[in-house]
């Protein structure tokens, strides 16, 4: 009887289990997460955090779904190593756990800004559903925000802001909101949309450091600039630290992330790894890519669970991930891999639409859609097909994407 260990219980780690209890079901499977609940909805938690949402929609699993399934399921454990040799889990409790296979899904924790004060109350990060309870409840008492991170995180805390009418700045060391994303004009419908929600953008900033009162709340930020934002709430969304320090010793390769195959294979021996933490070799892309989005953290976990169960190359990891943002009138959805490429593309259409493609090689690799996003399913096919199409970038830019109109693909 294969035993299989997960460590993590977010998307993938839970579709991985799934999975395996699917096409291995003789197998013994533990899933072993430091979390105090069973798998929710992180998408969903931004909602409950906005006031829009209580607590009750956003679980997916509870302890019963995983007993039915005769999945062990270890909540609140950390695991403190992994020895790969003797195949051996060592978790915080001294309970020690054999495998055959092994997942790691452990994902990342906010990564904390270097600066004086950084861990004040009211200072807030965004990823566990106990994250959102907290959030809701400090924005709810506040009246003025400063918001860190110009990015696909970051923008959620905008959203907090004006759902519980905190006056909020938006401190931007670049020029604009994703700036490897995108151009000026596609950064300026953003921009507006963040306006109209109470919270402004303040570029070229930063934070120098937070300011706190005799209770050691936050009262306020200093840029590097020397200016100074009063508040009494903060929102941090700088990136994501991995979680790999359990994993020393233990000989797996990581470079800003657990390097894996097409397979979901690090380079120990039955030892695999999904979600967030990887550093996948993306098929499309020809290299090494990583992605957060939830639906590719749960393809990565299936095709993990199928090669392990399958103890074979069984299936490649393809996939073109997609993630949208729902906070302003317009809707925002980001594909692929928007900030790579050597060659782009865009157009804007009016004052609350406009379209972005990166290529690489004359393919698509990514691309950023605001306003209609019905173009999206034609450009994910294009991926996935890897046509060469940057020559034709009048048909791809047109406010109704025809495929037939591009010229038919060329022989090799």
Request: with cysteine.
């Amino acid at each position: 009887m294969t035993q299989y260990v997960i460590i993590g219980d977010g998307i993938s780690g839970s579709s991985a289990a799934e999975t395996l209890r699917e096409e291995d079901p003789e197998s013994e499977i533990t899933v072993i997460t430091d979390e105090g609940e069973a798998l929710y909805n992180r998408i969903l938690i931004k909602e409950h955090a906005k006031g829009k949402l209580p607590e009750a929609p956003i679980s997916i699993h509870d302890e019963e779904w995983y007993e039915d399934r005769d999945i062990e399921l270890s909540l609140n454990t950390h695991v403190t190593s992994v020895d790969t040799d003797s195949k051996i889990v060592h978790t915080h409790e001294g309970d020690d756990l054999s495998y055959d296979k092994l997942l790691i899904a452990t994902g990342g924790t906010p990564t904390q800004l270097p600066v004086e004060n950084s861990d004040a109350d009211g200072i807030h990060h965004f990823w566990t559903f106990q994250d959102a309870r907290k959030i809701r409840e400090s924005a709810e008492a506040a009246d003025d925000a400063v918001i860190v991170g110009a990015g696909l995180l970051g923008i959620d805390f905008a959203a907090v802001c004006g759902s519980q009418g905190v006056e909020g700045k938006y401190l931007m060391r670049g020029d604009r909101w994703w700036r490897y994303a995108l151009s000026g004009d596609g950064a300026e419908i953003m921009h507006d949309g963040m306006r109209e929600k109470g919270v402004e953008p303040v570029f070229d900033s930063g934070v120098d450091r937070f300011e706190v009162d005799d209770d050691g709340h936050v009262v306020a930020a200093v840029d590097p600039n020397g200016e100074r934002y009063a508040c009494d709430f903060a929102g941090v969304a700088i990136g994501l630290s991995f979680n790999t320090e359990y994993l020393r010793g233990a000989g797996i390769e990581h470079d800003n992330g657990i390097l894996v195959d097409q397979y979901m294979q690090t380079n120990v021996e039955d030892v695999y790894a999904a979600g967030d933490i990887t550093r996948f070799y993306d098929v499309l892309l020809g290299e090494q890519a990583q992605n957060g989005s939830w639906g590719s953290a749960k393809e990565q976990g299936r095709v993990a669970a199928v090669n392990m169960a399958a103890d074979d190359e069984a299936e490649e990891f393809q996939w073109v991930s997609s993630y949208s943002i729902t906070h302003f009138d317009f809707p925002f959805l980001s594909f692929g891999h928007p900030t790579l490429g050597d060659d782009h593309a865009e157009r804007r259409y009016s004052d609350t639409e406009w379209r972005r493609l990166a290529f690489k090689d004359g393919k698509i690799v990514g691309g950023v859609l605001i306003g209609d996003l019905a173009p999206q399913s034609k450009f994910k096919r294009l991926m996935r097909e890897q046509r060469v199409v940057a020559d034709q970038k009048d048909v791809l830019l047109a406010e109704t994407v025809d495929l037939d109109e591009l010229a038919a693909p060329q022989e090799p």
